[in-house]
């Protein structure tokens, strides 16, 4: 994501020890939980102290999405999409063990353990349980790329995963909506709710939030290597766009601590109870993604890829759509909210986690190279 984590990534041996992965990032890259933390206090303190700030933040939107935040997104998203190398995609479509692992664990797995613990941890609370539901609904598409790139996971890999979950999010979301809030609960005589989206809808927030990024970045790696080279590409250009990745992370967690800074300092049970199925949700998912990478046999790269695509979610769709169906101070939206506030710091902590579990492919991979 930094300027150095593409050299560092690429240059250390697949037996280097996670101590001299972690070495090789960047200060800012090193130090992601400070600036992460500093950045949710500076939200915080900016949505208590400037009086007006949400209607200014709220006054233009993408849909249902406030403009800053798409600015961030898109900002995020784009130095991490430039350093995919396009060429090599055919050989990630054409890994099934991939790809159908992260299909079972995002589109079967995911929204079911999502429902379970909405309905454990919630049963008293229907507004919460049901946007907790959605943010299981809408697999990733955004911030993935950036955890799995600080990670050492498979940039291709990730990108294709992350296509894959975009086509079937406009083609399954609506359907499984209708299945986890009505037809499920209906079956085992659980109260149930209606989810009203449109697959256009979907449609627009994939194209805005993965198509302008993935476009751009695809466009930069073309006439960059044509114009100067592929060595010039990766060693002069990606180290110079690769920090701003990190601001646009930074700066759209300003924005959402900003945005609901009074909702979350003045509900804090209400947070705390979202919270709690929440971690348990990402805690799951990405161990049983990373312990499937490992029983199958995929490598290190692949095997963190898959695990953050089976964690991470799609805040940005699942926020836009608790708001246009339920309401802007809905308790849905408010749980829609709460999901990215509680995945930046759990996945960046996952981050070394998985960094730490790169010994355990140590020998296979040794004996690879």
Partial sequence: MSSSTSPASSASPAAAPAQGVIA??????????????????AGLLLGRLVPGLNTALEAVKVGEISLPIALGLLLMMYPVLAKVR?????????????LLSSLVL?????????????????????????????????????????????????REAAAVLVALNSVFQVVAFG???????????????????????????????????????????????????????????EQRFLPRIGPIALYGLLFTIVILFALQGHTITSQPGDVARIALPLLAYFALMWGGGFLTGKAIGLPYDKTTTLAFTAA???????IAVAVGVFGVTSGQALAGVVGPLIEVPVLVALVYVSLAGRRLFAAKEAARA
């Fill in 24 to 41: 090789g990032l960047s200060t800012l890259d090193r130090f992601l939980p400070v600036w992460i933390i500093a950045a949710m206090a």
């Fill in 106 to 154: 995002n589109w079967v797995l995911g929204p079911a353990v999502m429902f379970a613990l909405a309905w454990v941890f919630l049963p008293d609370l229907p507004e919460y349980r049901t946007g907790l539901i959605v943010v299981g609904l809408a697999r990733c598409i955004a911030m993935v790329l950036i955890w799995n790139d600080l990670a050492c996971g498979d």
């Fill in 312 to 318: 991470g979610n799609n805040f940005e769709l699942a």
């Fill in 175 to 233: 359907a499984l909506g209708w299945f986890y809030l009505q037809v499920l609960p209906g079956r085992l005589g659980l109260p149930q709710s209606a989810l009203d989206v449109s697959a256009w809808d979907i449609a627009f927030y994939v194209l805005v939030f993965l198509g302008i990024p993935l476009l751009a970045g695809y466009a930069s790696r073309k006439l960059g290597e044509r114009a100067q080279g592929r060595d010039w590409y």
């Fill in 86 to 98: 396009y060429d090599r995609l055919g050989a990630v479509t054409g890994d099934r063990r991939l």
